[in-house]
Every structure is written in C-alpha cells, then in structure tokens.
C-alpha cells in the first residue's frame, strides 16, 4: 500500500514537473512575421542590431545583454559608451549580416535579435541550434518589403510610426520591460502634436531644401525613415523625387540640387568637417550661407526610426530651420528631461565627450 502511494505521488510530481517546465515557453511574433517560441523569462539576450540596442537600453535592460554587432560603435558613434558603459568590454559575436556560432554558442544566448535584411542563411545558423531568433525592421508594410533595407512603401509615415510601436513592445515583452516600453512610446510621439500646430501654416513654397550628408556621397531618398522625419519638420529632402533608399550620389548632383541646408549625424564629424573645408563642396548655398549643421545624437537620422529622433530630433529640426515659430520652446530642457528618463544620465553633446 505503502508503496503504491509513493508512486502516485512520484507519477503526480513528476508531471506537475512537466507541466511547469511545459509552462515556462511562449510564443511571439516577430516583425518578419515568424511565429518564434522563446523561454517565459528572457535575461540573456545577444543583439546584432544596433537599433533594437539602442532601444533595449532605453528600456533599461542592458543588463539582459550578452553579446552585440561588431559594429555598434560606427553605428552609434563613439560617444555612445557613455550611456551604455557595459558596451566596452561585451563580446561580438557577429554583426548586421553574419554571425560567428561558436562565439555565439558561447554566451549561451536565449534570443538573439537580428535586423530584418539579416539573410536566411544566418538566421538558420542560429536556429540550427536551438537558439530563437527575433528579426526587427521597425515598421509595417507588406509580407514581401519585410527582408528588404530599402521597401516600397505606400504611407511611410505610417509604417515606420506603428512598425516602432509594434517594434518596442515587442522587444520590451521579450525583455519583460512592458510597462517601460508604454512609457517610451508615449515619450516618443508626446510632441507630434506641438511640431504639427507651429508648422500648419508653412506654405510648400517656404518650406526649407535639405540635404542629409552621410559618408562617401551617401544619403537618404524616398522610403526611409529620415524622409519622414523631414518633412514632419518643415522641410523637404532633396534627394527624395530622384532617389529611393540608401545610396551613393555623385556630387554633380549635389551641386545640382543645391540644398539651402545641409545635416550631417554627430557620428560623421569627418564627413562635416570635409563639407566646410574642401573645395568641392563651396559652391552650394548651404556651405556659402554657412547651413551646415551637425546633428546633435539625439537626432538619429537614420532608415529606421528612434524613439529620441522622433521626440526630439524631429523638434530640433523644425526649431533650426524655423526658429520664430519655436522660440518659447526650451528643447535643452526636453532633452535633458528625456535622458533622465530613459538613459538614466544627463545629456552631454558629442563634442563635448572626452
């Protein structure tokens, strides 16, 4: 009898053991619309994106982080390690389209993020071996655009505004950041409103031509991010009748556009300084009037959209280029009040980081 009743109990624990254990998964969707099972609580995470690293530390979890891209510090710039300290000495198991696996395996990862152009090829190296894989575009858009860096939109504003929502909810569930991550979003579009009021009776005509200057004769076009972002803040990118995605120009037609303005990221200093210093750019009316500006790091100006660019660097781009209808607006205080929030520190202008 005895004996009979140790059993059960034995049969009884053991599958209340499974069962546990069988509980402790879950499923998400991801942006490439891949349903990924993952474990019910994720704390170690390799990113090889530099957005959605930018973002998790937002979310303040950088400490879930075990690995990131190669690249992360020409993506995010040098001055980044300030706000992100634990980056100095995090392995790099791989970047945006490779991936090493036995560094990787070595971390023992339980998600690794990807970017959503990562190949096939790579997300299987990783699956292979039993580690889930998360892919982030931070946007919207048809199951066919969903691999590709540079899409075919129909209203980009509206894809890149729900993909980030979709995008920090979904990486704030997986992270088990989810209250952070309603916290950021309303963060990021709180000041949409403000920049649509001052700028609604800005007539096409007045609106101000810019370029974006980015390494090697590089900028952005039509179907990214940065073309959102412009024109939300009163202006209008040059390159964007004639040019789709990220790419290559020739300074021909630079000098053919012949912006007003001219932006160039704070990770590019080298590509600002050439602007105002070489000879083949003094022609444009941008470098004559003396336009040239370099974005502060909260302005991130990139394909994919950031929160702090769209709470803060859309702002600062409508209050450079119209100064009269932003004047009683204390950005730096913004700023500063966004940084505590989210980064948990003050912010400091690149120049200024030593």
């Known amino acids: 009898m005895k004996i009979t009743k140790l059993f059960t109990v034995l049969v ?39 957005q959605t690293l930018n973002i998790i530390n937002q979310l303040d979890g950088m400490k879930d ?30 970047d945006l389209t490779s991936v090493n696996i036995e560094s990787l ?49 129909k209203d980009p504003q509206y894809a890149y505004d729900e993909g980030l929502k979709q995008g920090i909810r979904l990486i704030a569930d997986i992270i ?4 952070n991550g309603e916290a950021l979003i309303r963060a990021t579009f709180a000041n949409q409103t403000l920049i649509k009021d001052r700028l609604a009776n800005l007539k096409p005509e007045h609106r101000v031509r810019i370029y974006l200057a980015n390494p090697d004769l590089h900028t952005y076009g039509s179907g990214k991010y940065t073309g959102v972002m412009l024109q939300r803040a009163g202006a209008i990118n040059v390159a964007a009748a004639s040019l789709k995605g990220y790419k290559a120009v020739s300074m021909e037609q630079i000098l053919n556009w012949n912006p007003q ?21 003094k022609w444009l009316k941008a470098v004559k009037d003396h336009q040239v500006y370099l974005m502060p790091q909260y302005a991130k100006a990139w394909g994919y959209p950031m929160p702090e660019a769209i709470a803060l660097g859309e702002l600062w781009i409508a209050k450079t280029l119209y100064p009269q209808q932003f004047k009683d607006i204390d950005l730096a205080k913004k700023v500063q009040d966004y940084y505590h929030k989210f980064y948990r520190t003050n912010y400091i202008a690149a120049q200024d980081v030593k």
């Not at 710039?77 to 634990?86: E, M, N, W």
């Not at 088990?176 to 209250?179: I, L, P, W």
């Not at 932006?263 to 000879?279: G, L, M, T």
Request: charged share 20%.
């Open 261 to 281: 303005v001219i932006f160039v990221q704070n990770r590019f200093p080298a590509v600002y300084s050439e602007i105002n210093q070489s000879a083949d750019w």
């Open 12 to 50: 009884l624990g053991t599958s209340l053991f499974f069962s546990v254990f069988a509980q402790a998964e879950r499923q998400v969707t991801d942006q490439l619309g891949r349903e990924v099972t993952i474990p019910d609580t994720v704390n170690r995470v390799v990113v090889l994106q530099h």
């Open 65 to 94: 982080v075990v690995g990131v891209l190669s690249s992360w510090e020409k993506d995010l710039g040098k001055s980044y390690l300030r706000i992100a300290p634990s980056l100095k000495d995090m392995p790099m198991p791989g």
């Open 176 to 179: 088990n950041k989810k209250a």
């Open 105 to 153: 395996m070595a971390l023992k990862p339980q998600v690794v993020f990807v970017a959503n152009y990562a190949p096939e090829s790579m997300i299987k190296q990783i699956t292979d071996q039993g580690i889930p894989v998360i892919g982030i575009s931070l946007r919207v858009e048809p199951k066919s655009e969903s691999n590709k860096m540079n899409p075919t939109l």
